[in-house]
C-alpha cells in the first residue's frame, strides 16, 4: 500500500496490492492477487468553511485456482482462473466548528472544543461472487449504497510554550449512522458511539458501542486499554461483546437470533534487541471457555524493511506467513498447514 501525489494535479493516489497463497492438502487453494488503487482529491468548490472531497477506486482480483480434491476438481470443473471486478466512489462534505476556553493552569492555557459535523455517501459495485473460491472473508465483498452521517467532538488541551498541539493531551466522542438506500426494510444501521481518551503520557482507553434504533438495545460494545513505553514496547487489553456474532459494522437490523459473543483479546509487543521483537496475540471467547485465535510473531527490524515470521493457530486451523514490508509496500506469503 502506498500515497502518491497523481501527475501535476492536487489529486493523490493510493494503492493496496496483495499477493497471498492458500495451499490445503483437502479443499480448494488459489494464488490470489489482489490490485486496489483509489484516486481521491477536493472539488473545486470547497470553502474555507466546507470541506468537500471524492474518491474514485476499481480493485481487482484475480486468482489462480488449485483443486487438491476429487471433489474440488469436479467443483470447477477444469476452471483454473477467475477473477473480479468491484469499484467504489465516494463523496464527502464536512464542516469544522471551534470555541476556546481559557484555562488556569499553569501548564495548559487553553481548552479546544472542535465540532466536526460530516456527510458523505458511499457506493460499491462489482460482478458475481458466487463461482469464487472462498479462501477467506475477502473472498466475498459486500455491495453498498449507503449515506453516513456522522458528528464529531474533539477536545484538546493547549501549551502556549509549544508550537503545535499537545497531541498526547487528546480526547474525542463520536456518533454515526448509516442509511441503506438498496434495503426495503430497516434502513437504518445501528447509532455508533465512540468514546476516546488520551489524557495520559503511555495510555489510551476507548469505550465504543451501538445502539438499535428498532427497539433491539445494545447490539455490541468493546472496551480497550493501549499501554506504550519509551522502549517501543507495548501491551493491549480488549473486551468485546456481541448480542448477535453474526452481524457486522455498521451492524444493521436482524432477524436471526444465537448466544452471544463475549471474547477478551490481548497484544503484546515487545523489542527483545535492536533488531529483533516479538509479538503475542490471542483471542480468548468467554461464551465457549476456550482461546479461539492465537498467534505468535518474531519481527525483524531494519530501517528500509521488515520481515515477520508468524505462527497461528485457531479453533480449525493451523498456519504459518512471511510478511515482508518495504517502505509502504506490504507482500504477504501465508502458507496454511491442515489442523494439528
Request: proline share 5%; charged share 25%; glycine share 4%.
Given at each position: 500500500?502506498?500515497?502518491?501525489?497523481?501527475?501535476?494535479?492536487?489529486?493523490?493516489?493510493?494503492?493496496?496490492?496483495?499477493?497471498?497463497?492458500?495451499?490445503?492438502?483437502?479443499?480448494?487453494?488459489?494464488?490470489?492477487?489482489?490490485?486496489?488503487?483509489?484516486?481521491?482529491?477536493?472539488?473545486?468548490?470547497?470553502?474555507?468553511?466546507?470541506?468537500?472531497?471524492?474518491?474514485?477506486?476499481?480493485?481487482?482480483?484475480?486468482?489462480?485456482?488449485?483443486?487438491?480434491?476429487?471433489?474440488?476438481?469436479?467443483?470447477?470443473?477444469?476452471?483454473?482462473?477467475?477473477?473480479?471486478?468491484?469499484?467504489?466512489?465516494?463523496?464527502?462534505?464536512?464542516?469544522?466548528?471551534?470555541?476556546?476556553?481559557?484555562?488556569?493552569?499553569?501548564?495548559?492555557?487553553?481548552?479546544?472544543?472542535?465540532?466536526?459535523?460530516?456527510?458523505?455517501?458511499?457506493?460499491?459495485?462489482?460482478?458475481?461472487?458466487?463461482?469464487?473460491?472462498?479462501?477467506?472473508?475477502?473472498?466475498?465483498?459486500?455491495?453498498?449504497?449507503?449515506?453516513?452521517?456522522?458528528?464529531?467532538?474533539?477536545?484538546?488541551?493547549?501549551?502556549?510554550?509549544?508550537?503545535?498541539?499537545?497531541?498526547?493531551?487528546?480526547?474525542?466522542?463520536?456518533?454515526?449512522?448509516?442509511?441503506?438506500?438498496?434495503?426495503?426494510?430497516?434502513?437504518?444501521?445501528?447509532?455508533?458511539?465512540e468514546f476516546i481518551i488520551r489524557g495520559f503520557k503511555n495510555l489510551f482507553l476507548s469505550y465504543e458501542n451501538t445502539v438499535s434504533v428498532y427497539g433491539e438495545g445494545v447490539t455490541t460494545y468493546t472496551l480497550q486499554a493501549r499501554y506504550?513505553?519509551?522502549?517501543?514496547?507495548?501491551?493491549?487489553?480488549?473486551?468485546?461483546?456481541?448480542?448477535?456474532?453474526?452481524?457486522?459494522?455498521?451492524?444493521?437490523?436482524?432477524?436471526?437470533?444465537?448466544?452471544?459473543?463475549?471474547?477478551?483479546?490481548?497484544?503484546?509487543?515487545?523489542?527483545?534487541?535492536?533488531?529483533?521483537?516479538?509479538?503475542?496475540?490471542?483471542?480468548?471467547?468467554?461464551?465457549?471457555?476456550?482461546?479461539?485465535?492465537?498467534?505468535?510473531?518474531?519481527?525483524?527490524?531494519?530501517?528500509?524493511?521488515?520481515?515477520?515470521?508468524?505462527?497461528?493457530?485457531?479453533?480449525?486451523?493451523?498456519?504459518?506467513?512471511?510478511?515482508?514490508?518495504?517502505?509502504?509496500?506490504?507482500?504477504?506469503?501465508?502458507?496454511?498447514?491442515?489442523?494439528?
Amino acid at each position: 500500500s502506498g500515497l502518491l501525489p497523481f501527475l501535476q494535479t492536487p489529486l493523490d493516489l493510493t494503492w493496496g496490492t496483495e499477493y497471498v497463497y492458500f495451499w490445503r492438502d483437502e479443499g480448494v487453494g488459489a494464488h490470489r492477487i489482489d490490485l486496489f488503487p483509489q484516486i481521491n482529491g477536493p472539488f473545486p468548490f470547497s470553502s474555507p468553511y466546507l470541506e468537500t472531497s471524492y474518491l474514485f477506486g476499481i480493485r481487482e482480483t484475480l486468482y489462480f485456482i488449485e483443486p487438491h480434491d476429487s471433489e474440488s476438481e469436479t467443483l470447477y470443473d477444469d476452471r483454473d482462473f477467475e477473477e473480479r471486478t468491484f469499484y467504489n466512489v465516494q463523496f464527502t462534505g464536512a464542516t469544522t466548528l471551534s470555541r476556546d476556553y481559557a484555562l488556569s493552569s499553569e501548564k495548559y492555557k487553553i481548552f479546544r472544543h472542535a465540532v466536526r459535523p460530516e456527510l458523505s455517501y458511499l457506493l460499491v459495485q462489482g460482478s458475481d461472487q458466487e463461482d469464487l473460491p472462498f479462501l477467506d472473508d475477502e473472498d466475498r465483498l459486500l455491495e453498498k449504497n449507503w449515506l453516513q452521517y456522522s458528528l464529531n467532538n474533539y477536545f484538546r488541551a493547549i501549551r502556549l510554550d509549544e508550537i503545535s498541539l499537545f497531541r498526547t493531551n487528546f480526547s474525542s466522542f463520536k456518533v454515526s449512522q448509516v442509511y441503506d438506500l438498496d434495503a426495503e426494510d430497516h434502513p437504518f444501521s445501528d447509532i455508533y458511539f465512540e468514546f476516546i481518551i488520551r489524557g495520559f503520557k503511555n495510555l489510551f482507553l476507548s469505550y465504543e458501542n451501538t445502539v438499535s434504533v428498532y427497539g433491539e438495545g445494545v447490539t455490541t460494545y468493546t472496551l480497550q486499554a493501549r499501554y506504550k513505553n519509551q522502549r517501543g514496547d507495548r501491551l493491549s487489553l480488549n473486551y468485546h461483546y456481541k448480542r448477535d456474532p453474526e452481524i457486522s459494522p455498521p451492524y444493521f437490523y436482524s432477524v436471526t437470533r444465537a448466544e452471544s459473543l463475549s471474547e477478551l483479546s490481548t497484544r503484546l509487543e515487545s523489542r527483545i534487541s535492536k533488531l529483533f521483537s516479538i509479538k503475542f496475540d490471542s483471542t480468548y471467547s468467554l461464551s465457549s471457555d476456550n482461546t479461539v485465535n492465537s498467534t505468535l510473531s518474531l519481527i525483524y527490524h531494519n530501517p528500509c524493511w521488515t520481515l515477520e515470521f508468524a505462527a497461528n493457530r485457531s479453533t480449525d486451523d493451523t498456519g504459518f506467513y512471511l510478511l515482508l514490508s518495504l517502505a509502504g509496500i506490504s507482500t504477504p506469503l501465508d502458507i496454511t498447514l491442515p489442523d494439528f
